[in-house]
Protein backbone atom coordinates (compact mmCIF):
# COMPACT_ATOMS: atom_id res chain seq x y z
CA UNK A 1 0.00 0.00 0.00
CA UNK A 2 1.63 3.12 -1.00
CA UNK A 3 1.29 6.38 1.29
CA UNK A 4 -0.20 9.45 -0.53
CA UNK A 5 0.75 12.86 0.30
CA UNK A 6 -1.13 15.81 -1.08
CA UNK A 7 0.60 19.76 -0.87
CA UNK A 8 1.29 22.35 -2.62
CA UNK A 9 5.02 22.57 -4.58
CA UNK A 10 6.55 24.02 -1.90
CA UNK A 11 8.15 23.31 1.50
CA UNK A 12 5.95 25.39 3.78
CA UNK A 13 4.18 23.18 6.26
CA UNK A 14 3.81 19.66 3.94
CA UNK A 15 7.73 19.17 3.69
CA UNK A 16 8.26 17.67 7.33
CA UNK A 17 5.65 15.59 6.07
CA UNK A 18 7.64 14.90 2.90
CA UNK A 19 11.06 14.47 4.87
CA UNK A 20 9.37 11.93 7.47
CA UNK A 21 8.21 9.67 4.40
CA UNK A 22 11.53 9.85 2.74
CA UNK A 23 13.43 9.07 6.34
CA UNK A 24 11.24 6.14 6.58
CA UNK A 25 12.20 4.36 3.40
CA UNK A 26 8.37 3.75 3.06
CA UNK A 27 7.02 3.94 -0.63
CA UNK A 28 5.45 6.97 -0.90
CA UNK A 29 3.78 9.16 -3.78
CA UNK A 30 4.13 12.70 -3.24
CA UNK A 31 1.23 14.61 -5.46
CA UNK A 32 2.79 18.14 -5.89
CA UNK A 33 -0.26 20.50 -6.49
CA UNK A 34 1.69 23.10 -8.79
CA UNK A 35 1.63 26.61 -7.36
CA UNK A 36 0.52 28.09 -10.68
CA UNK A 37 -3.01 29.64 -11.88
CA UNK A 38 -3.89 26.35 -13.11
CA UNK A 39 -2.92 23.89 -9.92
CA UNK A 40 -4.90 26.28 -7.64
CA UNK A 41 -7.83 26.15 -10.09
CA UNK A 42 -7.85 22.70 -10.09
CA UNK A 43 -7.59 22.03 -6.83
CA UNK A 44 -10.12 24.34 -5.36
CA UNK A 45 -12.42 23.97 -8.19
CA UNK A 46 -12.21 19.89 -8.37
CA UNK A 47 -10.13 18.22 -6.16
CA UNK A 48 -10.55 19.72 -2.45
CA UNK A 49 -13.79 18.61 -2.24
CA UNK A 50 -13.45 15.29 -4.32
CA UNK A 51 -11.27 12.94 -2.11
CA UNK A 52 -13.36 12.03 0.80
CA UNK A 53 -11.30 14.48 2.96
CA UNK A 54 -13.77 15.26 6.15
CA UNK A 55 -11.75 18.52 6.74
CA UNK A 56 -10.52 19.21 3.15
CA UNK A 57 -7.12 20.92 2.93
CA UNK A 58 -3.48 20.93 1.92
CA UNK A 59 -1.78 18.95 3.21
CA UNK A 60 -3.57 15.28 2.90
CA UNK A 61 -2.38 11.74 3.30
CA UNK A 62 -4.03 8.76 2.21
CA UNK A 63 -2.97 5.27 3.52
CA UNK A 64 -5.53 3.04 2.70
CA UNK A 65 -8.63 3.84 4.22
CA UNK A 66 -7.03 6.31 6.31
CA UNK A 67 -7.58 9.98 5.11
CA UNK A 68 -6.33 12.97 6.77
CA UNK A 69 -5.66 16.46 6.76
CA UNK A 70 -4.20 18.92 9.35
CA UNK A 71 0.09 18.61 9.23
CA UNK A 72 0.43 17.81 13.04
CA UNK A 73 -2.39 15.11 12.43
CA UNK A 74 -0.74 13.74 9.44
CA UNK A 75 2.77 14.04 11.35
CA UNK A 76 1.91 12.13 14.34
CA UNK A 77 0.07 9.47 12.39
CA UNK A 78 3.21 8.75 10.16
CA UNK A 79 5.51 9.55 13.69
CA UNK A 80 3.45 6.26 15.52
CA UNK A 81 3.86 4.23 12.22
CA UNK A 82 7.58 4.32 11.68
CA UNK A 83 8.41 4.31 15.77
CA UNK A 84 9.30 8.20 15.74
CA UNK A 85 7.35 9.18 19.04
CA UNK A 86 9.25 11.19 21.68
CA UNK A 87 9.42 8.51 24.79
CA UNK A 88 7.71 11.24 27.08
CA UNK A 89 4.10 12.06 25.28
CA UNK A 90 3.83 15.48 27.46
CA UNK A 91 6.83 16.92 27.22
CA UNK A 92 6.91 16.10 22.96
CA UNK A 93 3.21 17.47 22.56
CA UNK A 94 4.89 20.97 24.51
CA UNK A 95 7.88 20.77 22.22
CA UNK A 96 5.92 20.32 19.45
CA UNK A 97 3.71 23.17 19.32
CA UNK A 98 6.11 25.24 20.50
CA UNK A 99 7.66 24.56 16.91
CA UNK A 100 4.65 25.02 15.33
CA UNK A 101 3.79 27.92 16.84
CA UNK A 102 6.56 29.60 15.70
CA UNK A 103 6.63 28.33 12.25
CA UNK A 104 3.17 29.65 12.18
CA UNK A 105 4.81 33.23 13.26
CA UNK A 106 6.85 33.34 10.72
CA UNK A 107 4.41 32.16 7.86
CA UNK A 108 1.98 34.69 8.73
CA UNK A 109 4.40 37.73 8.80
CA UNK A 110 5.34 36.42 5.53
CA UNK A 111 2.20 36.86 3.61
CA UNK A 112 1.96 40.30 5.58
CA UNK A 113 2.18 43.45 3.63
CA UNK A 114 3.53 44.87 6.63
CA UNK A 115 6.58 42.03 6.74
CA UNK A 116 9.34 44.52 6.92
CA UNK A 117 8.02 46.50 9.74
CA UNK A 118 7.07 43.25 11.75
CA UNK A 119 10.46 41.60 11.05
CA UNK A 120 12.50 42.95 14.08
CA UNK A 121 10.02 42.08 16.83
CA UNK A 122 10.02 38.11 15.23
CA UNK A 123 14.20 38.08 15.11
CA UNK A 124 13.92 38.93 19.04
CA UNK A 125 11.35 36.00 19.02
CA UNK A 126 13.56 33.73 16.57
CA UNK A 127 16.43 34.25 19.69
CA UNK A 128 14.54 33.21 22.28
CA UNK A 129 12.97 30.62 20.39
CA UNK A 130 16.59 29.02 19.20
CA UNK A 131 17.95 29.85 22.51
CA UNK A 132 15.30 27.74 24.32
CA UNK A 133 15.07 24.79 22.47
CA UNK A 134 18.97 24.74 22.52
CA UNK A 135 18.79 24.14 26.04
CA UNK A 136 15.57 21.83 26.07
CA UNK A 137 18.18 19.37 23.85
CA UNK A 138 21.19 19.52 25.81
CA UNK A 139 23.71 17.52 24.45
CA UNK A 140 20.89 15.82 22.41
CA UNK A 141 22.33 14.41 19.63
CA UNK A 142 18.35 14.74 18.90
CA UNK A 143 15.14 16.95 21.01
CA UNK A 144 14.87 13.82 22.75
CA UNK A 145 18.37 11.84 23.36
CA UNK A 146 19.10 9.28 20.73
CA UNK A 147 15.81 8.73 19.38
CA UNK A 148 14.90 10.62 16.36
CA UNK A 149 11.01 11.49 16.49
CA UNK A 150 8.99 13.34 13.92
CA UNK A 151 9.44 16.58 16.17
CA UNK A 152 13.18 17.01 15.04
CA UNK A 153 12.04 16.85 11.35
CA UNK A 154 9.70 19.09 12.11
CA UNK A 155 12.21 21.33 13.86
CA UNK A 156 14.67 20.81 10.81
CA UNK A 157 12.46 22.26 8.11
CA UNK A 158 11.02 24.90 10.15
CA UNK A 159 14.53 25.79 11.40
CA UNK A 160 15.43 25.77 7.85
CA UNK A 161 13.22 28.76 6.82
CA UNK A 162 14.30 31.10 9.67
CA UNK A 163 17.33 30.44 9.18
CA UNK A 164 17.03 31.45 5.36
CA UNK A 165 15.75 34.57 6.51
CA UNK A 166 17.97 34.99 9.37
CA UNK A 167 21.38 32.84 9.33
CA UNK A 168 22.75 35.31 11.80
CA UNK A 169 20.06 33.91 14.45
CA UNK A 170 21.38 30.29 14.51
CA UNK A 171 24.80 29.77 16.31
CA UNK A 172 27.04 26.54 16.01
CA UNK A 173 25.01 24.82 18.70
CA UNK A 174 21.99 25.22 16.76
CA UNK A 175 23.78 24.51 13.46
CA UNK A 176 24.87 21.09 14.69
CA UNK A 177 21.79 20.05 15.20
CA UNK A 178 20.64 20.73 12.38
CA UNK A 179 23.22 19.15 10.55
CA UNK A 180 23.25 15.86 12.47
CA UNK A 181 18.86 15.54 10.27
CA UNK A 182 20.30 16.67 7.24
CA UNK A 183 23.25 14.05 7.81
CA UNK A 184 20.67 11.15 8.70
CA UNK A 185 21.28 8.71 5.45
CA UNK A 186 17.89 8.88 3.72
CA UNK A 187 17.79 12.92 4.24
CA UNK A 188 21.43 13.22 3.72
CA UNK A 189 20.20 10.91 -0.37
CA UNK A 190 17.80 12.97 -0.63
CA UNK A 191 19.45 16.57 0.19
CA UNK A 192 22.41 15.53 -2.26
CA UNK A 193 19.92 14.66 -5.15
CA UNK A 194 19.42 15.46 -8.53
CA UNK A 195 15.66 16.65 -8.16
CA UNK A 196 16.34 17.39 -4.99
CA UNK A 197 13.63 19.88 -4.82
CA UNK A 198 14.95 21.91 -1.96
CA UNK A 199 17.09 23.06 -4.30
CA UNK A 200 13.79 25.06 -6.30
CA UNK A 201 11.18 25.15 -3.34
CA UNK A 202 10.38 28.10 -1.54
CA UNK A 203 9.13 27.96 1.71
CA UNK A 204 6.13 29.77 1.03
CA UNK A 205 3.55 30.69 -2.33
CA UNK A 206 5.97 32.38 -4.47
CA UNK A 207 2.99 34.85 -5.70
CA UNK A 208 1.24 35.58 -2.76
CA UNK A 209 3.88 36.06 0.22
CA UNK A 210 5.65 39.52 0.85
CA UNK A 211 8.12 37.14 1.62
CA UNK A 212 8.25 33.72 -0.56
CA UNK A 213 11.78 32.37 1.07
CA UNK A 214 13.31 31.07 -1.85
CA UNK A 215 16.24 28.84 -2.12
CA UNK A 216 19.53 30.68 -1.25
CA UNK A 217 21.58 30.03 -4.42
CA UNK A 218 23.93 26.84 -4.39
CA UNK A 219 22.68 25.36 -1.61
CA UNK B 1 -12.46 16.11 35.53
CA UNK B 2 -13.78 16.63 39.32
CA UNK B 3 -9.61 16.53 40.28
CA UNK B 4 -8.81 19.15 42.82
CA UNK B 5 -7.18 22.04 40.76
CA UNK B 6 -6.02 25.53 41.18
CA UNK B 7 -6.91 28.54 38.77
CA UNK B 8 -4.10 31.11 38.60
CA UNK B 9 -5.93 34.31 36.74
CA UNK B 10 -3.11 36.63 35.51
CA UNK B 11 -5.52 39.48 35.41
CA UNK B 12 -5.67 41.37 32.22
CA UNK B 13 -4.46 44.35 33.75
CA UNK B 14 -1.05 46.63 33.97
CA UNK B 15 -0.51 45.01 37.39
CA UNK B 16 -1.02 41.80 36.46
CA UNK B 17 0.99 42.02 32.90
CA UNK B 18 4.22 43.40 34.88
CA UNK B 19 3.40 40.28 37.52
CA UNK B 20 3.35 37.58 35.35
CA UNK B 21 6.23 39.26 33.01
CA UNK B 22 8.48 40.68 35.65
CA UNK B 23 8.56 37.88 37.92
CA UNK B 24 6.18 34.98 37.19
CA UNK B 25 7.09 34.17 33.39
CA UNK B 26 11.12 33.53 33.89
CA UNK B 27 10.67 32.34 37.74
CA UNK B 28 8.41 28.68 36.95
CA UNK B 29 11.15 26.83 35.80
CA UNK B 30 9.18 26.31 32.35
CA UNK B 31 11.27 25.21 29.50
CA UNK B 32 9.01 27.12 27.30
CA UNK B 33 7.78 29.88 29.35
CA UNK B 34 4.05 31.08 27.91
CA UNK B 35 0.20 31.40 28.96
CA UNK B 36 -1.61 29.02 29.73
CA UNK B 37 0.81 26.84 32.48
CA UNK B 38 0.17 23.70 34.49
CA UNK B 39 2.25 22.60 37.17
CA UNK B 40 0.86 18.79 38.57
CA UNK B 41 3.99 17.96 40.54
CA UNK B 42 7.20 17.71 38.88
CA UNK B 43 5.48 17.98 35.93
CA UNK B 44 5.14 21.72 34.19
CA UNK B 45 4.03 22.48 30.84
CA UNK B 46 3.39 25.16 28.50
CA UNK B 47 1.02 24.88 25.27
CA UNK B 48 -2.52 24.50 25.43
CA UNK B 49 -2.37 21.68 23.54
CA UNK B 50 -0.08 19.78 25.18
CA UNK B 51 -1.76 20.66 28.53
CA UNK B 52 -5.25 19.29 26.92
CA UNK B 53 -3.56 15.97 25.70
CA UNK B 54 -2.06 15.74 29.22
CA UNK B 55 -4.62 15.94 30.86
CA UNK B 56 -7.20 13.70 28.42
CA UNK B 57 -4.61 11.47 28.95
CA UNK B 58 -4.65 11.63 32.80
CA UNK B 59 -8.63 11.94 32.85
CA UNK B 60 -9.37 9.03 30.35
CA UNK B 61 -11.02 11.36 27.83
CA UNK B 62 -8.63 10.63 24.56
CA UNK B 63 -11.24 9.69 21.59
CA UNK B 64 -10.78 6.06 20.53
CA UNK B 65 -9.33 6.70 17.37
CA UNK B 66 -6.09 9.12 17.36
CA UNK B 67 -5.33 10.15 13.81
CA UNK B 68 -8.73 11.60 13.67
CA UNK B 69 -8.87 12.77 17.06
CA UNK B 70 -5.62 14.80 16.08
CA UNK B 71 -7.39 16.36 12.64
CA UNK B 72 -10.50 17.29 14.76
CA UNK B 73 -8.31 18.98 17.05
CA UNK B 74 -6.43 20.21 14.95
CA UNK B 75 -9.05 21.31 12.75
CA UNK B 76 -10.86 23.18 15.39
CA UNK B 77 -7.47 25.00 17.09
CA UNK B 78 -7.01 26.47 13.64
CA UNK B 79 -9.93 28.33 12.65
CA UNK B 80 -9.93 29.41 16.30
CA UNK B 81 -6.58 30.73 15.93
CA UNK B 82 -7.60 32.33 13.21
CA UNK B 83 -10.51 34.32 14.92
CA UNK B 84 -7.76 35.57 17.68
CA UNK B 85 -5.26 36.95 15.16
CA UNK B 86 -8.27 38.50 13.37
CA UNK B 87 -9.52 39.91 16.53
CA UNK B 88 -6.41 41.35 17.41
CA UNK B 89 -5.66 43.14 13.83
CA UNK B 90 -6.52 46.71 12.71
CA UNK B 91 -7.80 45.03 9.46
CA UNK B 92 -10.51 43.19 11.59
CA UNK B 93 -13.69 44.41 9.42
CA UNK B 94 -11.41 43.51 6.20
CA UNK B 95 -10.69 40.03 7.33
CA UNK B 96 -13.97 39.23 8.79
CA UNK B 97 -16.19 38.61 6.06
CA UNK B 98 -12.66 35.64 5.46
CA UNK B 99 -13.30 34.04 8.58
CA UNK B 100 -17.17 33.82 7.67
CA UNK B 101 -16.29 31.68 4.89
CA UNK B 102 -13.73 29.49 7.02
CA UNK B 103 -16.54 29.21 9.78
CA UNK B 104 -19.56 28.04 7.46
CA UNK B 105 -17.21 25.79 5.94
CA UNK B 106 -15.78 24.47 9.36
CA UNK B 107 -19.66 24.01 11.02
CA UNK B 108 -20.72 22.12 8.67
CA UNK B 109 -17.45 19.72 8.70
CA UNK B 110 -18.07 19.04 12.35
CA UNK B 111 -21.56 18.74 12.12
CA UNK B 112 -21.04 16.38 9.41
CA UNK B 113 -17.85 14.48 10.90
CA UNK B 114 -19.71 14.12 14.47
CA UNK B 115 -23.36 12.73 12.61
CA UNK B 116 -25.62 11.31 15.51
CA UNK B 117 -22.97 11.90 17.93
CA UNK B 118 -24.01 12.81 20.67
CA UNK B 119 -20.37 13.64 21.19
CA UNK B 120 -17.73 14.59 18.55
CA UNK B 121 -16.11 10.67 18.84
CA UNK B 122 -19.62 9.59 19.72
CA UNK B 123 -20.59 8.47 23.42
CA UNK B 124 -17.16 9.30 24.78
CA UNK B 125 -16.58 12.61 26.26
CA UNK B 126 -13.12 14.35 24.97
CA UNK B 127 -10.92 16.92 25.59
CA UNK B 128 -11.91 17.94 22.01
CA UNK B 129 -14.76 18.28 22.75
CA UNK B 130 -14.43 20.84 25.52
CA UNK B 131 -11.69 22.68 23.23
CA UNK B 132 -14.87 22.55 20.47
CA UNK B 133 -17.15 23.91 23.44
CA UNK B 134 -15.11 26.89 24.10
CA UNK B 135 -14.46 27.84 21.15
CA UNK B 136 -17.66 27.60 19.48
CA UNK B 137 -18.67 30.17 22.38
CA UNK B 138 -16.25 32.38 20.61
CA UNK B 139 -17.03 31.80 17.01
CA UNK B 140 -20.98 32.71 18.36
CA UNK B 141 -20.00 35.86 20.02
CA UNK B 142 -19.11 36.91 16.64
CA UNK B 143 -21.34 35.55 14.81
CA UNK B 144 -24.61 33.32 16.78
CA UNK B 145 -26.38 33.43 13.33
CA UNK B 146 -23.52 30.73 12.40
CA UNK B 147 -23.97 28.46 15.00
CA UNK B 148 -27.92 27.31 14.62
CA UNK B 149 -28.73 24.02 13.99
CA UNK B 150 -27.28 20.79 15.22
CA UNK B 151 -24.18 22.65 16.02
CA UNK B 152 -26.04 25.03 18.73
CA UNK B 153 -27.58 21.63 20.30
CA UNK B 154 -24.20 19.76 20.42
CA UNK B 155 -23.25 23.12 22.45
CA UNK B 156 -26.06 22.46 24.77
CA UNK B 157 -24.87 18.57 24.97
CA UNK B 158 -21.86 20.03 26.46
CA UNK B 159 -22.96 22.48 28.48
CA UNK B 160 -25.35 20.36 30.53
CA UNK B 161 -22.53 17.61 31.47
CA UNK B 162 -23.26 17.55 35.23
CA UNK B 163 -19.95 19.41 36.67
CA UNK B 164 -20.01 21.66 33.55
CA UNK B 165 -23.75 22.79 34.29
CA UNK B 166 -22.86 23.13 37.45
CA UNK B 167 -20.30 25.53 37.34
CA UNK B 168 -22.15 27.27 34.70
CA UNK B 169 -25.09 28.28 37.23
CA UNK B 170 -22.26 29.04 39.65
CA UNK B 171 -22.13 32.34 41.62
CA UNK B 172 -18.75 32.91 40.50
CA UNK B 173 -19.05 31.65 37.09
CA UNK B 174 -16.38 33.69 34.93
CA UNK B 175 -18.34 33.53 31.61
CA UNK B 176 -20.45 35.95 33.08
CA UNK B 177 -17.07 38.22 33.21
CA UNK B 178 -14.85 37.01 31.20
CA UNK B 179 -13.72 38.32 27.39
CA UNK B 180 -12.61 35.85 24.90
CA UNK B 181 -9.38 38.04 24.14
CA UNK B 182 -7.45 40.77 26.36
CA UNK B 183 -9.10 43.48 26.31
CA UNK B 184 -6.16 45.60 25.32
CA UNK B 185 -6.60 49.07 23.66
CA UNK B 186 -5.02 47.57 20.17
CA UNK B 187 -7.68 44.58 20.26
CA UNK B 188 -9.90 45.22 17.97
CA UNK B 189 -12.87 42.17 19.06
CA UNK B 190 -11.89 41.65 22.19
CA UNK B 191 -15.31 39.38 22.32
CA UNK B 192 -17.18 40.67 25.38
CA UNK B 193 -19.24 38.27 27.55
CA UNK B 194 -22.43 38.36 26.27
CA UNK B 195 -26.00 38.17 28.15
CA UNK B 196 -25.76 34.64 29.23
CA UNK B 197 -26.75 31.23 27.43
Not at chain 2, 58 to 84: H, N, S, T, Y
Amino acid sequence: MVIEVGYWGLRGLGEPIRLVLRHSGADWKDTVIPCTEEGFKKWFGETKENLGLDFPNLPYLIDGDVKLTETLAILRYLGRKFDMMPVDAAKGDMVEQTIMDHRMQLGRMSYNPDFEKLKPAYLEKLKVHVERLTKFMGDGPFLFGDKVTYIDIMAYDFLQCARLLSPESFGASMISYLDRIANLPKIKEWLASEDCTHKTYTFHYPTKATWPGAPAQGS
Amino acid sequence: SGAEWKDVPISCTEEGDQKWFGEMKFGMGLDFPNLPYMIDGDLKLTQSVAILRYLGRKFDMMPPDVARGDMVEQAIMDIRQFLGNISYSPQFDILKPVYLDKLRVHIESLTNFMGDGPFLFGDKVTYIDFMAYAFLLCHRALSPENLEGPIDAYIGRVANLPRIKEWLESEECTDRIYYFHYPRAHCTWPGAPGPGP
